[in-house]
């Protein structure tokens, strides 16, 4: 299994991970923690909704846009927290990057 990638310039260590080509396009669909001490920093970067990959691991670098998101908890202000995130990302088409 893929053990982390790099969202822009943050890695994210994975707790699952998987892929596959849709429409000629690449998709992932990522799991991972994240802590209440990390929150203010991943909704920051999540945010943006357009980014650079790159899975070192793949050797696979893409620029992609979030398909869908899932927490297991909206609330980390509270310390100690962990939050389990999914994310579904694709591959942005070479038609529509700017």
């Keep these: 299994m893929i053990k ?3 969202i822009d310039d943050t890695r994210v260590q994975l707790t699952h991970f998987e892929d596959e ?3 000629g396009l690449y998709k992932i ?3 991972f923690d994240v802590t209440s001490e990390a929150y203010h ?3 920051v970067l999540l945010y943006r ?11 696979k670098r893409f620029k992609a846009k ?8 909206t609330n980390l202000y509270e310390s100690d927290q ?7 990302l694709v591959e942005i088409s070479e038609e529509t990057k700017e």
Excluded at 66 to 73: D, G, H, K, P, R
């Design 4 to 6: 982390e990638i790099y």
């Design 21 to 23: 080509v849709d429409q």
């Design 49 to 59: 909704e357009e980014f650079d990959i790159n899975i070192p691991e793949k050797n």
């Design 41 to 43: 920093d991943i909704a």
């Design 66 to 73: 979030i398909f869908n998101y899932a927490t297991s908890l």
């Design 29 to 31: 669909s990522i799991e």
């Design 82 to 88: 962990v939050a389990q995130y999914r994310l579904i």
